[in-house]
Antibody, heavy 126, light 106 residues
């Protein structure tokens, strides 16, 4: 059973870089899945940040794309998030998730997040 | 960008009630729509994918329907453990979540 665990600093200074890692256990990051980051500001809804495939292919939220890099380390079975130039608006719980694919009768795959980490709280403050 | 709008934003219901939550996209997304449940302080849980397919282990009282731009999540008979916030999410073009619907106890 695949499990995900986020880790990283809980406090980041404004204008700095937020860096988080998601460790994958019970399965391989090189499986036929994508791997995603989602965040949730306090008291607000979910915001998709981006996703990566083990080959290095990425998709990003257009509103965050200029500040975000998601990378994968197959040797450590983990993937990472870097968010640059952070402000207080980036304060949130950050989740990593596995993205499964389903084709059915569709010409394109359905992407859905079927396994989630517990989340880690990141506060941006001086 | 694809925007997702859920209605209502919150609702009050009793155990045993039939509950329906609506999700509307600002363009057609075929059936590229997923539903999640989130309880306070917990990570979201996948309920439905591809608009109507029930995720393994999810109770059959949950169902999803719709295609194009209009979708619904139905809970046929609300149980105490179903009080939570529900989110729709499109996967037609990148990914976008709805703003959430909070289901509260009446």
């Amino acid at each position: 059973q695949v499990q995900l665990q986020e880790s990283g600093p809980g406090l980041v200074k404004p204008s700095g870089t937020l860096s988080l890692t998601c460790a994958v256990s019970g399965g391989s990051i090189s499986s036929r899945n994508w791997w995603s980051w989602v965040r949730q500001p306090p008291g607000k809804g979910l915001e998709w940040i981006g996703e990566i495939y083990h080959s290095g292919g990425t998709n990003y939220n257009p509103t965050l794309k200029s500040r975000v890099t998601i990378s994968v380390d197959k040797s450590k079975n983990q993937f990472s998030l870097n968010l640059r130039s952070v402000t207080a608006a980036d304060t949130a719980v950050y989740y990593c998730a596995r993205v499964a694919l389903y084709s059915g009768s569709s010409p394109y795959f359905h992407y859905y997040m079927d396994v989630w980490g517990k989340g880690t709280t990141v506060t941006v403050s001086s | 960008d694809i925007q997702m709008t859920q209605s209502p934003s919150s609702l009050s219901a009793s155990v045993g009630d039939r509950v329906t939550i609506t999700c509307r996209a600002n363009q057609s997304i075929s059936m590229y729509l997923n539903w999640y449940q989130q309880k306070p302080g917990k990570a979201p849980i996948l309920l439905i994918y591809a608009a109507s397919r029930l995720q393994n282990g999810v109770p059959s009282r949950f169902s999803g329907s719709g295609s194009g731009a209009d979708f619904t999540l139905t809970i046929s008979s609300l149980r105490p453990e179903d009080f939570a916030t529900y989110y729709c999410q499109q996967s037609y073009n990148t990914r976008t979540f709805g703003q959430g619907t909070k289901v509260e106890i009446k």
